[in-house]
């Protein structure tokens, strides 16, 4: 029989609907002989007369209770899942530096964050010491939860080096934190393939220049003629054991005597598919577009490109194949003398 239960605006839809011969198809909850509850399909086919009168109806009745209770399985599991992802979340975010932080320490910026899923494999990363003001740019191995699991590592790789081993070559950072990655994963292997590729920007308040050290990521400058430069890094990951692991990370210095547009990214950005042919947006694309964009106010820069990114991948099957994150500034002589004069620097 029909429980007490059942969605009664539904029962009463299924009578008027077998009163007019029309078919149906619903999820009921019955009760068996037991007056157990169970979750039901149930259709009704009507069979007519060569005058067109119901003569009769086929009912087939499919125990649903075995389905709805794995659905329901599925759904706990589900949820806790995403809670934990979003606690997650929380604790990333918590590891971010606060943006205040930059906008107070830094030449004019803007940071272009879009993780692929809730949470990142890329993040950004700020400190202060020995009158230089470093900002990290990274991009760990994967996205979502491992590459969130991985920045907890490399964020508090970059950390160690800067604030507890006082090292302030840019180069001497990634050389350690290469180590302390590798110690962290606590292995040996040479099919180790977790990683980051990491650009760190290091400026030099007393000397009024910018280092610069990257691993498989570049810096992008832009002088205000429109000259395009950019220092490549080298081609190692941190954490990695490659052929090339034996590379010496370099720091290369950039004077700023005049006006710069400097820019600093991961691989997600000119890597991302899309346009009309679908395919990747490449580095040539990417500095063609900030360069375009340079002279626009930084917040309409960000707006610019948040836009680009959209457009760009509009007609792609997928909307977004990895995580984004890029680092603008406009670096200025002015920059450096506001802050010697903060910091009471000669």
């Not at 009745?61 to 899942?81: G, P, S």
């Amino acid at each position: 029989m029909l429980g007490a239960k059942s969605d009664i605006k539904l029962l009463k839809q299924i009578e008027k609907d077998l009163l007019y011969g029309k078919k149906i198809n619903a999820e009921l909850l019955v009760y068996n002989n037991f007056n157990e509850p169970t979750w039901a399909q149930v259709s009704y086919d009507p069979i007519f007369d060569n005058d067109g009168s119901i003569k009769e109806y086929i009912c087939i009745v499919q125990n649903l209770q075995e389905i709805k209770e794995i659905q329901k399985q599925l759904e706990e599991k589900n949820k806790d899942i995403m809670d934990s992802v979003e606690y997650a979340l929380r604790i990333q975010r918590a590891l971010l530096p606060n943006l205040k932080h930059f906008k107070r320490n830094l030449p004019k910026h803007f940071v272009y964050y879009k993780p692929k899923d809730v949470v990142s494999g890329d993040f950004y990363h700020m400190e202060m010491y020995d009158n230089k003001v470093f900002v990290a740019i990274a991009d760990c191995t994967g996205h979502g939860i491992p590459g969130a699991m991985m920045t907890s590592i490399c964020s508090q790789a970059i950390n160690n080096a800067i604030l507890d081993k006082r090292l302030i070559d840019p180069a001497k950072i990634l050389e350690h934190v290469d180590i302390y990655v590798k110690n962290a994963m606590a292995s040996n292997s040479k099919d180790l393939t977790d990683g980051m590729d990491i650009g760190l920007l290091a400026f030099d308040l007393e000397n009024e220049s910018l280092e610069y050290c990257g691993a498989k990521r570049p810096l992008i400058y832009i002088s205000n003629e429109g000259e395009v430069n950019q220092i490549k890094g080298i081609k190692r990951s941190i954490g990695e054991y490659t052929l090339g692991e034996n590379l010496p990370f370099i720091t290369e210095v950039l004077p700023i005597d005049q006006d710069y547009f400097v820019y600093c990214f991961s691989d997600g950005i000119p890597d991302q598919f899309g346009g009309e042919r679908g395919k990747k947006l490449y580095l040539k694309k990417t500095i063609s577009f900030l360069n375009d964009i340079k002279e626009e106010p930084l917040k309409i820069q960000h707006e610019l490109l948040e836009q680009k990114m959209i457009d760009w991948t509009r007609n792609f099957e997928i909307p977004q194949t990895d995580d984004m994150l890029l680092f603008g500034a406009k670096v200025t002589p002015a920059y450096y003398s506001k802050m010697k004069t903060i910091f009471n620097l000669k």
